[in-house]
Structure formats: C-alpha cells, structure tokens
C-alpha cells in the first residue's frame, strides 16, 4: 500500500467544499453519477469505433446502493472506462482541469461568491467529502486485469493498494459522516436523481430491501429490489412540449455544475438536408474564465446520442464560448477525430446555422425581453464586441446586439436609440475612448458637446479602441471619435474664423515654446470650460491604443505626437497674448500641454520639470 498527499490545489478546493458549499450537499450523488456516465460515454465510443474493445461484453449502467443500518454507507459503481493505476494516483490526488489556477486565484474569501464560483468551475468528485469521512474508490481499467482500491479520508492524504473488482469499471463506496447519512435512504436518492439525473442516457438502478408487514404492523418478510430510478433518455431528444422549464433548468445543472439557473436557452430539431439538435444555454454570470486563455468549451459533441467531446473550441465561434450545451448530429461519421471536425463540411454547416439560431434569438429577446437582455449585455456585451471583428458574416446583426454606455441614458443604449435621439443637423455618432468611465465623462473633450446637447458614447472598454472603429457607419451615419482632429464639424460657429485671426499669435507662440512635443496647435471648437485638450490626427493612433500595441511588445512604433487644442474663449488663452515674457509664456504652453494629458489619465513626460513650472507660474499669480 502506498501512500500519496493530495497536491495543493485540491486541499484548498477541499477546503472551500466543506466551507463555501454547504447548502448544496445533496450534489455529490449528481457528480459521482456525472462521472459514471462520462466513463460509460467513453468505453461505450470505444466499444463502436477501437476494435480492441468491439468483443468487450459492455452492459451500461450505474448502480446504487445504500446501508441504513449503524454503519451508514452509499456506494455509486459503473460499468465504465475505469481508472488504472496511474490514472486513480493522478485523477484522483490532482485538479487536472485547465483553467484551475485561474479559478483559484478568482477566489474571494466571501463564502456567498465563492460557492457561486465553485459552482461554476465543477467541484465534482471531491464533492464526496461533504457527506463523507472516508471514502473508498475500487477501479479496473477496461481490458485490464488488475483492480486499484484508492481510499482516503479528505484530510490531505490518500493511499492506493491493489484490490479485486469484477469486471470493468468504478465503484465509490462513501462511508457517511454525521451530515451524510441522511442520503442513506432510499427516498431521498430516489429525489436527488430524479432532479439531477433522470435525463443522463444510462440506466441507473437502485437497490433497496423491502419489508412486508402483516396485519399487526409487524415485519413478515424482507426483500431486495432493484429499481431503475432514471428515465435515461437524452433530454434533448425530446420534444419541446414534453418537456417543462424545471427539465431545463435541471439538466442545465447537470451538465454545467451550475448552482443557478440559467438566463435562458434555445432547443431546435434541424431536420432536411442535416439532421441534428441543439441545445444551448446562457448561464447568469458568465463563466468565470470567459476572459482566460485556456478557458473550457461549453458545447459537447454527440453523434447519435453517442458522446464525441467536451473539449472541442471550435464547435461554435470563440466569441460564443460562453455558451452550453450540446449539438448531437444524425450524420457525422461516430469516429469523427478533431482534424476532421475542423474542416468537416457537416460540421460547418450545423455551426453556421447554430450561430444564426443564437443571434436570432439575442434579436428577439432584445425587443421582447429588454430586460432580460440588459442582464446578458452586463455580462457578455464584450463577447459580443469580440464577434463584431471576428464573424462578418453576421456582422450587421451583431451590431445591434452591441450595447454602449452613453452621455445621454443611464445604463446601456443600442445604436440605433442613439439614431433615434440624433438633433436634426447632427452629422456623425460621437464616441469617446481611450480610458476608464470616469476619466472619460470627465474628459474636456466633452464640454462643447455637452453643451450643444450632442450624445457621445462613452467607450470604456479596452477592446472598443480596436472593435468601433472597425463599424466605420451604422446605417448611414458615420461613427466619429471625439479625440480626433476633424471630429468637430457639428460644433462649429459662425466667430471661429474671427477668433482663428486673432489667436494666430498666441498659437504662434506656444508652438515655438513646445517644439517637437505637438504635431500641431489649433483653437478648439469643443472646449468650454477646460483651457486645452489633447486630440490625434486623422490617421494616427490614440495615446490609449499606442499604449496597448507597446504592451503588446511591439516597440519598433514611430513616436506620435498630439495635437494641442485651445480653448479661445478661456481667460488663459486670452491673457496669454497680451504677455511679452518669452520665459514666462513658454512656462504656461507647457501647463496647457501636460494638464491636457493628465486630464485624460496620460503621463506627463517629465513630472519634475512640469512641477517646476507649475511653481514658477503660481508664484507669480500669488
Ligand atoms: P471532472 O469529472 O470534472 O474531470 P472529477 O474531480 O469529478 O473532475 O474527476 C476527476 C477525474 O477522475 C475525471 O476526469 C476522471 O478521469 C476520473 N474519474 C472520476 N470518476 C470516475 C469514474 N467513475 N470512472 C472513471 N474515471 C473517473
């Protein structure tokens, strides 16, 4: 017998189980029979596609039994793949998901928010451990002849020895602590898999002794019975009017260890040229490494009711990946490998088709539902933005779906409410980018807008540097930035030319005093009460997207320089051209400039020489 410490990772999900998941006990018995059925799944494929296995004698089921008796136990065995040696070490001693250390990092301390989040990523089989204080695991590999007895109680170490099984497959036997043994009752495993698991393909069979009972109440006779206690058909297989909300919402939980319902979701029977049938949810939080490269597919793969993958990316479009759920096809071959499937003409097309169905319904429900879909905008409106560059296909309908934030509403807005709120002469759509929500509303780029009452749409995600400009016209109307030089056409007044006159010296002077810093300086038609803002020119990047091209390691980026706009009806700018201290001048150009950047959130180059203006121009104010 050998003895193993778990490593790391599963003492602290250990931790967290018996912490943060308390209310949600019962959930063992869902992820012990989760993990038979993905181990039927798996020999059953075998069994029809390796003909190593093709003689295999494979009776699919899952079986469960109880002692109610002083030493209360539950044990869950299958007929499945089965673990060898190596495997139970490491299946069972590690958390070899991808995407775990993301997971644990994400975690808060906050019991509530954790159990939401351990809900999420799966606790499965360690869950036992809420219920149990020691658990046994007898496994025999599919084609192997030795058996392997895994046994621990939770507590930072297990032990493998060699045991004997008959026949292929798993057996968990779960010796009850004082909060499990409640389960050990035919009544409530009966309930539980009723809820979570009546619809896992296999059978399941409990088996339970029965009493009869004479007239007196007395014990006549004792019998065992075995009962199949699920009704092992593919929920999705079944037609839509057969099936109520609670089906749905429980086979959710099933398969996404979800601890929620889901927002909402969408079944459809393609039938004609393709066979096939889709079931896909939206889960109410989106998933916790929605965000992570190594992020978990949502979608699992069948071919008639046979379970392919869970671990295919490219079944739907990366920008979808937070959905689940699962497409079963009619006509893929069952040996269908990832490379095949990548290219698969069948596969494509079901893909296609799926993605419309999706966004179909995301239109729909944005009209219908509007509230449900400020609840999907608040968790998956970057996705979103993320398919606006990646599927032009479905381009124009996607963009409806995108929601900004804006000057004008609380909340969220569509592109087309802002059309519908456009002043009759307005020309463009105006965005503005380039940092957080705050800095951004507060941004003087804003001021002239504000007062002409000209919505802007507040970017403020990092991704809308790179995704709105792409959307170049919504219907039409140009969308314009408005930190860039020609974005002031709907600002423009009768006196600018005047003034433009007037303030030639000035701008003369502060041009010579900054030099190279600036592309250029011009009066501003956009600033009310701020005496400078910082905009680019047409063609070149902003400050913000040359920031993420530099974090993205490109360095080999030509030096842009702003333009310097100012404000000519602000009492700086005014004074300045009455002054004749060359110095004195050059020392407040430089103020316009750097407050300018500090306003937008940007660096001022030289922090020290900026303070020592600062100085020397207070100090002749005071
Ligand atoms: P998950 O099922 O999400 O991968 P678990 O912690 O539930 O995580 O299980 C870890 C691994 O142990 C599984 O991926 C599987 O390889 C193995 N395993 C668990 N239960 C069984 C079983 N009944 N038969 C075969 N393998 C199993």
């Given at each position: 017998m050998a003895t193993h410490k778990f490593r790391t990772e599963v003492n602290q999900l250990l931790n967290l189980i018996i912490h943060s998941l308390y209310s949600h006990k019962e959930i063992f018995l869902r992820e012990l029979i989760s993990n038979s059925?993905?181990?039927?799944?798996?020999?059953?494929?075998?069994?029809?596609?390796?003909?190593?296995?093709?003689?295999?004698?494979?009776?699919?089921?899952?079986?469960?039994?109880?002692d109610e008796g002083d030493h209360k136990t539950i044990t869950v065995a299958d007929t499945g793949i089965g673990m060898n040696q190596d495997e139970i070490t490491e299946q069972l001693g590690t958390i070899a998901k991808s995407g775990t250390n993301g997971f644990l990092s994400q975690l808060t301390g906050d019991a509530k928010k954790d159990s939401n989040l351990i809900g999420q990523f799966g606790v499965g089989f360690y869950s036992v451990f809420m219920v149990a204080e020691r658990v046994e695991v007898i496994s025999r590999k599919a084609g192997e002849e030795t058996a392997w007895k895994w046994e621990s109680d939770g507590k930072g170490k297990f032990t493998i020895s060699e045991a004997e099984l008959d026949g292929n497959g798993t057996t968990v036997v779960l010796h009850l602590n004082e909060e499990g043994t409640e389960y050990?009752?035919?009544?409530?495993?009966?309930?539980?898999?009723?809820?979570?698991?009546?619809?896992?393909?296999?059978?399941?069979?409990?088996?339970?002794?029965?009493?009869?009972?004479?007239?007196?109440?007395?014990?006549?006779?004792?019998?065992?019975?075995?009962?199949?206690?699920?009704?092992?058909?593919?929920?999705?297989?079944?037609?839509?009017?057969?099936?109520?909300?609670?089906?749905?919402?429980?086979?959710?939980?099933?398969i996404?260890?979800?601890?929620?319902?889901?927002l909402?979701?969408?079944?459809?029977?393609?039938?004609?040229?393709?066979?096939?049938?889709?079931?896909?949810?939206?889960?109410?939080?989106?998933?916790?490494?929605?965000?992570?490269?190594?992020?978990?597919?949502?979608?699992?793969?069948?071919?008639?009711?046979?379970?392919?993958?869970?671990?295919?990316?490219?079944l739907m479009p990366t920008y979808l990946r937070f959905l689940r759920g699962v497409i079963d096809s009619e006509d893929l071959p069952l040996n269908v490998s990832r490379e095949i499937l990548q290219q698969n003409r069948i596969m494509t097309s079901i893909r296609n088709a799926s993605v419309k169905k999706v966004l179909g319904e995301l239109t729909r429900i944005a009209l219908e539902e509007p509230d449900t879909y400020t609840k999907f905008s608040?968790?998956?409106?970057?996705?979103?933005?993320?398919?606006?560059?990646?599927?032009?296909?479905?381009?124009?309908?996607?963009?409806?779906?995108?929601?900004?934030?804006?000057?004008?509403?609380?909340?969220?807005?569509?592109?087309?409410?802002?059309?519908?709120?456009?002043?009759?002469?307005?020309?463009?759509?105006?965005?503005?980018?380039?940092?957080?929500?705050?800095?951004?509303?507060?941004?003087?780029?804003?001021e002239a807008y504000k007062k002409k009452?000209?919505?802007?749409?507040?970017?403020?995600?990092?991704?809308?540097?790179?995704?709105?400009?792409?959307?170049?016209?919504?219907?039409?109307?140009?969308?314009?930035?408005?930190?860039?030089?020609?974005?002031?056409?709907?600002?423009?007044?009768?006196?600018?030319?005047?003034?433009?006159?007037?303030?030639?010296?000035?701008?003369?002077?502060?041009?010579?005093?900054?030099?190279?810093?600036?592309?250029?300086?011009?009066?501003?038609?956009?600033?009310?009460?701020?005496?400078s803002c910082i905009v680019v020119d047409e063609s070149d990047p902003t400050l913000k997207m040359q920031e993420m091209l530099k974090a993205m390691g490109q360095s080999d980026l030509p030096d842009v320089k702003p333009i310097l706009e100012i404000n000519p009806d602000h009492e700086i700018v005014k004074k300045l051209a009455g002054v004749k201290d060359e110095d004195f001048a050059a020392d407040v150009a430089f103020l316009l400039l750097d407050q300018a950047l500090l306003v937008e959130g940007a660096q001022v180059p030289e922090p020290a020489e900026f303070v020592k203006r600062l100085n020397r121009v207070v100090g002749r104010a005071v």
């Open positions: 059925s993905d181990a039927l799944d798996k020999l059953k494929y075998l069994t029809l596609t390796d003909d190593a296995f093709k003689k295999l004698d494979f009776d699919p089921r899952i079986d469960i039994s109880f050990a009752n035919r009544w409530q495993i009966q309930e539980v898999v009723k809820k979570y698991s009546d619809h896992i393909a296999f059978p399941i069979y409990l088996r339970y002794m029965k009493a009869e009972y004479d007239d007196k109440g007395k014990e006549k006779s004792k019998e065992e019975k075995l009962e199949q206690i699920n009704a092992a058909s593919a929920l999705w297989k079944q037609a839509k009017n057969d099936l109520s909300d609670e089906d749905y919402k429980n086979f959710y939980k099933t996404t260890h979800d601890t929620e319902d889901p909402f979701w969408l079944h459809t029977k393609a039938e004609g040229v393709q066979e096939y049938t889709t079931l896909f949810y939206i889960p109410k939080q989106a998933p916790f490494d929605l965000y992570q490269v190594d992020y978990r597919a949502g979608v699992k793969l069948y071919v008639q009711r046979v379970f392919i993958t869970d671990d295919e990316k490219e608040e968790q998956y409106n970057r996705p979103i933005k993320e398919g606006l560059y990646q599927d032009f296909a479905n381009r124009e309908q996607l963009v409806d779906l995108v929601r900004f934030k804006s000057t004008a509403v609380d909340g969220f807005t569509s592109l087309e409410e802002y059309k519908k709120r456009m002043l009759g002469e307005q020309k463009a759509i105006y965005y503005i980018t380039g940092g957080d929500e705050q800095t951004l509303r507060h941004s003087p780029l804003l009452e000209i919505e802007v749409l507040i970017m403020d995600d990092e991704i809308d540097e790179i995704v709105v400009p792409s959307i170049g016209t919504y219907k039409e109307t140009e969308l314009k930035p408005v930190n860039r030089a020609d974005a002031g056409e709907d600002l423009q007044g009768e006196s600018d030319e005047k003034k433009e006159k007037e303030l030639k010296p000035v701008v003369e002077t502060i041009k010579k005093a900054l030099g190279d810093r600036v592309k250029d300086v011009r009066i501003s038609v956009r600033l009310a009460d701020s005496p």
